[in-house]
């Protein structure tokens, strides 16, 4: 793995250096443990004119879990009590000392996730440092993932479908929104996740089909739709599934036309998944399929998004989304109508997106799709 690290930050460096900037200091998490291979709290990288620097208050954790350094990444630890060359303790503060050691007279930081005192304080501290934004360059990086990448993305999928299908063999009726959301992350964890990728929701009744609900005391009662939605985080990378079902009774059939309608938009949104594909192309295939049916007030802002060491990246499958697909990008299509005062129906799946000739849109949650009554 330490050349994937040290290839990821090459491409950084040819993107900061073509600009003009000496050297760079990444803080942003996500970002760090991409490039780094770690990324423990409190952490900065330093892309260095001589050398790359992993500045942190102590050595990485060994666990799996929390990434493994990269072995031929110097790591920069700092003195104890926030002592030494005036950093106070802050990693992006002694990064910046570092690089100036280094001899560098300009710095690309992540301004988006630096925050105005941090900056302040380098500036101060470095005053002969020009400061420069790096923008979303890592980011950018980070949208087309690897094989290996890949797959901690399928099997956290795999652990997702796992804990979605026990608990289809649980008795429902009666427990709360919130005891369900907690099993699930249990199961999460007993099949092998990190932990959650984000705060399971778990959604009945008139709650149903709400995008990012979060649980309630609200009691699972027959004839309820229940929507859930949830994901694995796997090495750092996380998956997302949503499932829609119905409780204890057969569908009413206003239940199974909406459920029909939202299946049909989300498969459209599947199958759109190409690369070349414009991104708000892929949106407006779902959208079309809801609009025509007279939803258009009921619809989520977008259709999917990206997934990887974030559960929300880049690309954004949304109406205003620019850009296309490229292969192996893996992204959510997760379409959705919430009815006020009834319910309603969400399905998502994490896909990635491969050409035709490989078979096309690669689907990593496999749970049925089929309106189950359970």
């Known amino acids: 793995m330490s050349e994937v690290y040290a290839t990821r930050r090459s491409r950084l460096r040819d993107h900061f250096t073509a600009a003009g900037t000496a050297a760079a200091l990444v803080t942003r998490p996500a970002n760090v443990r991409y490039l780094a291979g770690a990324a423990p709290q409190g952490s900065a990288l330093l892309l260095g004119r001589r050398e790359d620097l992993l500045v942190c208050a102590g ?7 929390d990434g493994r350094a990269d072995e031929n990444l110097r790591l920069h630890i700092l003195p104890p009590n926030g002592a030494g060359a005036g950093s106070g303790g802050d990693a992006a503060v002694a990064a910046a000392l ?27 501290v470095a005053p002969t440092l020009r400061l420069t934004d790096v923008g979303g ?4 990086l980070r949208v087309v993932k ?31 929104e919130r005891h369900l959301a907690l099993e699930l992350e249990r199961r999460l964890v007993d099949h092998g996740a990190d932990g959650p990728a984000f705060p399971t929701s778990v959604a009945t009744g ?3 089909g709400r995008r990012g609900h979060r649980p309630t005391d609200r009691r699972v009662e027959e004839g309820d ?12 990378y996380r998956c997302e599934i949503g499932r829609t079902f119905v409780i204890g009774t057969s569908p009413a059939d206003w239940q199974v036309e909406l459920y029909d309608l939202v299946f049909a938009a989300q498969r459209a949104g599947r199958e759109a998944l190409a690369p070349g594909a414009a991104c708000g192309d892929v949106d407006r295939a779902a959208r079309h399929v809801l609009d025509s049916a007279g939803y258009a007030e009921a619809l989520s802002p977008l259709t999917g998004h990206g997934v990887g060491l974030e ?29 006020p005062g009834r319910g309603g129906v969400r399905i998502d799946d994490t896909l990635v997106v491969r050409p035709e000739a490989d078979g096309g849109p690669e689907l990593l949650t496999i749970t049925t799709k089929e309106l189950l009554a359970l």
């Open 59 to 65: 050595p990485p954790d060994d666990r799996v879990c």
């Open 311 to 339: 559960i929300d990246e880049d690309p954004q499958l949304a109406p205003a989304a620019m850009g296309k697909l490229d292969a192996c990008v893996p992204v959510t299509v997760e379409p959705g109508v919430h009815l």
């Open 206 to 208: 008139p709650n149903s």
């Open 137 to 140: 360059a890592v980011e950018q």
């Open 98 to 124: 570092l690089a100036v050691a280094q001899d560098a007279d300009s710095l690309a930081v992540e301004e988006h996730h630096l925050t105005v005192a941090r900056h302040r304080v380098i500036s101060s």
């Open 225 to 236: 739709f229940l929507s859930v939605c949830l994901g694995a985080t796997y090495r750092g």
């Open 146 to 176: 690897d094989e290996e990448e890949i797959s901690c993305l399928r099997i956290g999928a795999e652990i997702a479908d796992q804990a979605l299908g026990e608990l289809l063999e649980s008795i429902l009726v009666g427990r709360t």
